[in-house]
């Protein structure tokens, strides 16, 4: 029970975090966090097969496009600093 909790709260905390962040990787990296903390909690009310799924896409595949996608394209704060 107090594993929950505190797994809760560190999931509430990554969460806000990626919506603060102006740095868009750390914010994705923020993210795949609150993904990774769903898979534990899933794995902890006995859903070994939502964990795994959850593990796999949420936390490992969605965050590898985001940087993916954030290493192909131009940021516009580069842009700012140039002029």
Known sequence: MILEVILVVAMLIAAISAGVFKN??????AAGFVSFIAAILFFLLHAPDVAMAE????AALTVAIFVIALKK?????DDEEDH
């Open 73 to 77: 394209t131009k940021r516009h704060e």
């Open 55 to 58: 593990a796999s896409i949420g």
């Open 24 to 29: 868009l990787l750390s914010a994705v990296i």
